[in-house]
């Protein structure tokens, strides 16, 4: 029934990692997060997660769990047996080579080869002080070559210290090492393969930082819309914010013949840590629409309505034809919709780009418009309307983010859309458009109502003496004023 209810899957399969995660979720229900799984989740390699051969791998991911666990308790053993054979002895014999989780522990797979491509190695050594091109220094019998053993095992062994600070290469020059050609070349591609590796390794960390910023539940989640084939593939983590985070996709194959999921998908994961949220009740408290359910929801379940908020909003702004991200699926506080951008790069935001005074007043006159039809076609106010919200891309603007947009008959509905309007008047005219209505023209033109007010304050309070009017009525009435009604039609204004 729902455009948005869980899509249909094939009956019969039923992986262990199904089973599973059945269980696995009932458990996360029940006691909060992290415990239950720990961070070898996120040790997942390449894309974050991928539709490709996902059977296996989610048993898979399992088993490495359990390996990783293994080791761990492995490791663990054999510290504890470390320190009980070298006890307080001055000179101690180290386990290290025994241990099953290597600090750089990762696919090793490349390494042979990359190290050969030096052409921009940021780790080669300056060149080193070498013999003069003519071979040899020095006169009569005290001449030395570069094939010197002595002398050039000396110098490779000083040009040991040039490997990077990490590698520890010891008091090679104080015990007179001399190292021949062939173990000091070893040894320095040994050393620069390692470094790189430990480089590669650190940017893996970093990204799985973004990935941690999902919790083992949502994760699951996510999961099941890639192993469902719903999505191809999560590629990445776009944005973190403090109440979401967005992740690109690409797009898979329907359940149902009549959708058809876009190419390229944004996955807007609203968070669940619930602190961030408590400043936004004064939204969703008062908006009629929640109102019900607001007071006898636990947390979680308000975090899920603000998806479903932007999700229904967006549906309101596609009928509209306002362009927006079009909702492919909402799951629990995950919501999918459509990639604005190309090739996993999004739209930059308006704030972001530079346009040129043409497409600026374009720009403008869209937005204004798009104000107008939000407003009265989807009877709504963006509430969080800035640069920071509309995107730029195939030369016009669209508007995301819109969870917290309500009606505006909302109590705080016209001092939403005021603000609204002064971040696109400002916008506007520090951008050089010299048509841009000031905001409280702009409030006007976008909401048909006549405020008089010649400045800032006193509209200010005709605002909110409005927003009163429309309390009390709603009090007495059970209904909302006329004037906020779509009928009164605002002034649509055009090029
Ligand atoms: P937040 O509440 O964190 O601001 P947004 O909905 O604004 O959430 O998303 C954060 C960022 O993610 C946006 O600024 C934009 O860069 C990117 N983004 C969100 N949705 C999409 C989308 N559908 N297509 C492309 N990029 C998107
Ligand atoms: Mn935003």
């Known amino acids: 029934q729902c455009p948005w209810g869980a899509p249909k899957t094939a009956s019969i399969s039923c992986s262990l990692a199904d089973v599973m995660s059945e269980q696995l979720a009932k458990e996360l229900q029940l006691e909060e997060e992290n415990a239950a799984f720990p961070e070898v989740v996120a040790v997942a390699e390449g894309p974050f997660i991928t539709g490709e051969n996902i059977d296996t791998s989610s048993d898979l991911m399992l088993a490495q769990m359990l390996q990783m666990e293994f080791d761990r308790e492995y490791d663990a053993q054999l510290r504890r047996e470390e320190k009980k054979i070298n006890g307080d002895s001055k000179v101690s014999i180290s386990f290290e080579n025994y241990r099953k989780v290597h600090p750089y522990d990762s696919d090793s797979s490349e390494d042979e080869v990359d190290w050969q491509d030096t052409r921009h190695d940021p780790y080669r050594a300056d060149k080193p002080t070498t013999t003069p091109r003519k071979g040899f220094t020095g006169k009569g019998k005290d001449i030395t070559t570069k094939h010197d053993e002595v002398v050039c095992g000396r110098k490779n062994t000083a040009r040991m210290e040039n490997f990077a600070p990490e590698f520890q290469v010891g008091d090679g020059i104080g015990m007179d090492l001399k190292l021949s050609n062939q173990v000091f070349n070893a040894l320095k591609q040994h050393a620069y393969s390692e470094e790189r590796r430990s480089a590669r390794l650190h940017e893996k960390k970093e990204h799985s930082t973004a990935e941690k910023a999902v919790d083992p539940k949502t994760r699951l989640l996510l999961y099941k819309m890639v192993n469902a084939g719903m999505l191809e593939t999560i590629t990445g983590c776009i944005s973190t914010g403090k109440e979401s985070v ?157 969870s917290q947009s309500v009606e505006p008959t909302h109590p705080h509905g016209l001092e939403f859309l005021f603000r609204d309007c002064r971040n696109v008047s400002q916008f506007f005219q520090k951008g050089g458009v010299a048509e841009a209505l000031n905001e409280r023209e702009l409030f006007n033109a976008v909401s048909g109502l006549n405020i008089t007010a010649d400045n800032e304050v006193d509209f200010q309070a005709e605002i909110e003496a409005l927003e009163k009017m429309n309390e009390d009525h709603v009090q007495n009435h059970g209904k909302k004023l006329a004037m906020f009604s779509s009928d009164g039609d605002p002034p649509i204004y055009d090029e």
Request: charged share 30%; proline share 4%.
């Open 246 to 402: 967005v992740f690109h996709a690409y797009g898979g194959r329907s359940a149902t013949e009549d959708k058809v999921i876009p190419p390229e998908c944004a996955i807007k994961v609203f968070k669940t840590t619930l602190n961030e949220f408590k400043n936004r009740d004064k939204y969703i408290k008062d908006d009629y629409r929640f109102k019900d359910r607001f007071s006898k929801l636990n947390p979680r379940k308000v975090i899920r309505m603000w998806a479903e908020k932007e999700m229904h909003n967006l549906t309101r702004m596609q009928t509209a034809g306002i362009p927006c991200p079009q909702v492919v699926i909402l799951k629990k506080h995950i919501l999918v919709m459509s990639f604005i951008g190309k090739d996993q790069v999004p739209a930059p935001k308006l704030k972001d780009v530079t346009l040129s005074s043409e497409d600026m007043k374009k720009a403008y006159y869209q937005i204004l418009n798009m104000m107008q039809q939000l407003y009265k076609e989807c009877n709504l106010v963006h509430a969080d309307l800035s640069e920071y919200n509309m995107l730029w891309h195939d030369g016009k603007v669209w508007l995301i983010d819109v």
